[in-house]
């Protein structure tokens, strides 16, 4: 917590931040290279979320366009219907935070996977296929690269480090919409993953975390 006597400009959009963790955290939040993997559910609040924290350079890799089934659980509106999500976002988060967000608006292949991701200081999984996730998983193992992965299913949620991560199998189902995805679980999944990615970033920390809606329990994994 950081010394009372030394009071942020009340008037900076970050003033609640930098109260709550310190300039010194501010500064150095705002120097981290952050590569997001996936603009969909958990990606689309986590990018907005990250930047009202802080970060200052994010890169969003998505290639998927905005569909009407997404308005419920992802955080675009009517009129980015049929739009890139990485545009419609970089457009949203300008318009939230005054700042410009790099996007890459293409799959991430075993191509170019070392180019996207080997400068990057921290990466976050939000990829919704098994074949997305174990891409990012492995080519973080070979650049060395911190990853974090942040999933969901049904009423079940993760946070968890490359490390030790299994990548898990797709969802089947018969219908993408007719998957169960609650809006909730969505948005506490988005709030753990952000706070465990500012811990690495801040102090080095590097905390797994699973979560139920149902009975609203988080735990801490091994």
Not at 73 to 96: H, M, N, P, W
Request: proline share 4%; net charge negative.
């Amino acid at each position: 917590m950081p010394d009372s006597s030394e009071r942020p400009d009340p008037q900076s959009p970050l003033v609640h931040e930098a109260l709550y963790r310190g300039d010194e955290a501010l500064a150095r939040l705002s120097g981290a290279r952050i590569v997001l993997c996936g603009a969909g559910a958990l990606g689309s609040h986590l990018a907005e979320h990250l930047l009202r924290q802080g970060v200052r350079q994010l890169t969003v890799i998505d290639f998927d366009r905005v569909e009407q089934h997404n308005l419920g659980t992802q955080s675009y509106e009517e009129g980015d219907i049929g739009a890139f999500k990485v545009d419609a976002l970089r457009a949203r988060c300008y318009r939230a935070t005054g700042i410009e967000i790099a996007v890459v608006g293409q799959p991430l292949t075993e191509r170019n996977a070392a180019k996207l991701l080997r400068n990057a200081n921290l990466v976050l999984d939000t990829f919704d296929t098994s074949a997305s996730r174990r891409l990012v998983t492995d080519a973080c193992a070979a650049l060395g690269r911190p990853c974090l992965h942040l999933g969901m299913n049904t009423d079940y949620g993760e946070v968890h480090w490359n490390e030790g991560y299994r990548v898990p199998s797709d969802v089947v189902a018969p219908d993408v919409c007719a998957y169960p995805l609650a809006r909730n679980l969505v948005l506490l999944v988005v709030a753990l993953g952000a706070e465990v990615a500012l811990r690495f970033l801040l102090a080095g920390q590097r905390e797994n975390y699973s979560i139920t809606l149902r009975d609203l329990t988080i735990n801490r994994d091994r």
